[in-house]
Nanobody
Framework: VQLQAYGGGLVQAGGCLKLSCLGSGRNFSSYIMGWFRQAPGKEREFVAAMRYSNHRPRYGDSVKGRFTISRDNAKNTVDLQMNNVNLEDTGDYYC?????????????????WGRGTLVTVSS
C-alpha cells in the first residue's frame, strides 16, 4: 500500500482545512486508516483513525469535536476535515494504514505511511 497525503497549507486560527490521503494497492478497505501529526521537537501524536467506512472513528483528545475523519473505499481515500483549528494543530500530518486492531492510537502498529503534509496555523 502506498499512501499520499495532501491538502496542507497555511490557515488562520479558527479556520478550517481539509486533508486527504490517497491510497494505492489492493484491499484498501481492509486497512485501518489513521492520521497522525508531529510538531517540531515533539513525538508523533495520534489524531484520528477509522477501521471501516461505517465504523465509529476514534479521535485524539486534543481534536475531538473539531476534526472529522472519513473514508471512501471506492476511491481509496481517507479525509481529515479540520475545523476551528488552533496554534497547537500546527505540524506535519501523516496518513497511515495498518491491520492491527489492538490499539488504533499507536503509531508502531501501522505498517504503511505516507509522506507528511504540513499544516501551519497562524494567529
Amino acid at each position: 500500500v502506498q499512501l499520499q497525503a495532501y491538502g496542507g497549507g497555511l490557515v488562520q486560527a479558527g479556520g478550517c482545512l481539509k486533508l486527504s490521503c490517497l491510497g494505492s494497492g489492493r484491499n484498501f478497505s481492509s486497512y485501518i486508516m489513521g492520521w497522525f501529526r508531529q510538531a517540531p521537537g515533539k513525538e508523533r501524536e495520534f489524531v484520528a483513525a477509522m477501521r471501516y467506512s461505517n465504523h465509529r472513528p476514534r479521535y485524539g483528545d486534543s481534536v475531538k469535536g473539531r476534526f472529522t475523519i472519513s473514508r471512501d473505499n471506492a476511491k481509496n481515500t481517507v479525509d481529515l476535515q479540520m475545523n476551528n483549528v488552533n496554534l497547537e494543530d500546527t505540524g506535519d500530518y501523516y496518513c497511515a494504514a495498518g491491520l492491527d486492531y489492538s490499539d488504533l492510537t499507536r503509531p508502531s502498529l501501522y505498517d504503511y505511511w505516507g509522506r507528511g503534509t504540513l499544516v501551519t496555523v497562524s494567529s
